[in-house]
């Protein structure tokens, strides 16, 4: 089907372990990003990217790499897991051209660290 | 510098009744976009209305409108006719330049 995809859904890791969170998308849109959301928080961009070979940080950047090779692929990984990192991570696409300018969400991934 | 600001944690409206949610923004840009977003319990973000900052008119979508005061910096979501399954969290989101702003969001209970 078409639209964002996120896996794993569901993770539970230990602190200080690598972990890579995978969002793949099948418009081709040209922006995507990662958020996390927790209670109180809302969504914190983390980082984004306008295309392939381009990423920016966004508001909470800190602990996490991303790269884009790929269009339609975006990994967020977490170079050395901590606690404080456990959240719900979302990716979205940007339409830039659409009348509602809107985001895509994927359905999220729900990451514990222990 | 937050950015986004929703001052309704929680909210409560009667069946079939209109209710308004309420958001302010910060930005010093001319061009920016108000989006408001619907976060039911099973977690998926449902984009609901948009609002250009050169749009003259306020935006609608169904039971959905945007009550946009420019001046004031509000971007207010106004629900017409509350159904059960309007319960939900809301946030209210900004585009400024390609980043996304967003508020800690509202959650609103429809009471039968």
């Known amino acids: 089907d078409a639209g964002i995809t996120q896996s794993p859904r569901y993770k539970i890791t230990e602190t200080g372990r690598q972990v890579t969170l995978m969002c793949h998308q099948t418009?081709?849109?040209?922006?995507m990003f990662w958020y996390r959301q927790d209670l109180g928080h809302g969504l914190r961009l983390i980082y984004y990217s306008a295309a392939a070979d381009i990423t920016d940080k966004g508001e909470v950047p800190d602990g996490y790499v991303v790269s884009r090779s790929k269009t339609e692929n975006f990994p967020l990984t977490l170079e050395s897991a901590t606690r404080s990192q456990t959240s719900v991570y979302f990716c979205a696409t940007w339409e830039t051209s659409g009348r509602r300018n809107e985001q895509f969400f994927g359905p999220g991934t729900r990451l514990t660290v222990l | 510098a937050q950015k986004i600001t929703q001052t309704q944690p929680g909210m409560f409206v009667q069946e079939k009744e209109a209710v308004t949610l309420d958001c302010t923004y910060d930005t010093s840009d001319p061009s920016y976009g108000l989006f408001w977003y619907k976060q039911p319990s099973s977690g998926e973000m449902i984009f609901l209305i948009y609002q250009g900052s050169y749009d003259q008119q306020n935006a609608t979508e169904g039971r959905y409108s945007l009550n946009f005061q420019k001046a004031r910096k509000s971007a207010n979501l106004v629900i017409s006719a509350s159904q059960l399954g309007d319960s939900a969290m809301y946030f209210c989101a900004m585009r400024n330049i390609n980043q996304f702003y967003f508020g800690t969001g509202t959650s609103l209970t429809v009471i039968p």
């Open positions: 418009w081709s849109h040209s922006y």
